[in-house]
């Protein structure tokens, strides 16, 4: 007599999967984006993959290629995406604050950058960026536009406009090194104890406040 086969135990997650609901062309461009943005920010760009997004999502593949031709283009799309969307938006709001101070100007664009992941995903576009033109490409526009703005708050604290350059890039490069902690309080200090060694011999001294991370 042949022993029957266990049946095997269900498995709640999988079964949570299988039974998601699809939520066919309800999703933008923009969902897909966003949603790829977050998986390279917190796993790294070998997480990006069609069916994880689409477990993610709870929808079938047809909503992708209903916005996207393939999955090169939507890689395309994800690379671009931080310029355009994360990295303007923290210089948007940086440069927003009521307080013409450079350096509060400075505080307010570490707060936004750890308010919003994006140390985070500059660390993971930088990994990414090694084996990808498109994500290179738009890193390298997106820190020429960071590199500006911190140059230019250099300037008005009285720098002339190669040290502020300088100055700039030794901010930049010292923030965004993979060996720093990333937990945001970490962070925030170590971004307040660059800027006050940049500054120290300003020749119109802006206020450094108590914490990157302080509310404005």
Known sequence: MTARRAKPLPDPKADAVRHAPVREGRLSAR???????????????????LATLTRRLAVSTGSFYHHFDDFESYLGALAEHYRIDRVMRDLDNAARGTDPDPVARLQRLARESLRAGTFELDHAMRVWATMDARARASLRRAETLVLEFITQAFIDLGFERAEASLRARVLLSANV???????????????????????ADAPRPGTLRRSAGAQR
Not at 32 to 47: H, N, P, V, Y
Not at 191 to 197: A, K, P
């Open 31 to 49: 969902d897909w984006i966003e949603a790829g943005q977050e998986l390279l920010r917190t796993q790294g760009i070998s997480a990006i993959k």
């Open 177 to 199: 090194s993979p060996l720093l902690a990333q937990d945001a309080k970490s962070r925030g200090d170590f971004f307040r104890g660059c800027l006050r060694l940049l500054v």
